[in-house]
């Protein structure tokens, strides 16, 4: 039976039994790298999913909200940073 097979977060190999690996735990949930990955990059990334907000109409709402027109003009945004700090 397959009880606690457990797969690498970053290429998805499955982890034996025997080989070591780095072990993350983030939010009460355990995460694990194989050693080639964690070689790598030790650094756990893309654990959840990050939502962001923009205003639109005058309001903030969750960009995952808005209608695919909005979207696509959402990623066709340029922002400038106010140099005169």
């Not at 939502?51 to 909200?65: A, C, D, H, N």
Request: aromatic share 12%.
């Amino acid at each position: 039976m397959e009880e606690n097979k457990c797969f690498c977060h970053d290429c998805g190999k499955e982890i034996g039994e025997k080989d070591e690996v780095a072990g993350y735990e983030f939010n009460g949930k355990k995460y694990y790298k194989c050693l080639k990955c964690y070689d790598k990059d030790a650094v756990l990334r893309d654990v959840q999913k990050c939502e962001v907000y923009s205003r639109i109409v005058g309001y903030l709402r969750p960009v995952s909200q808005w209608n695919e027109g909005k979207q696509e003009e959402f990623k066709e945004r340029v922002t400038f940073e106010d140099s005169s700090n």
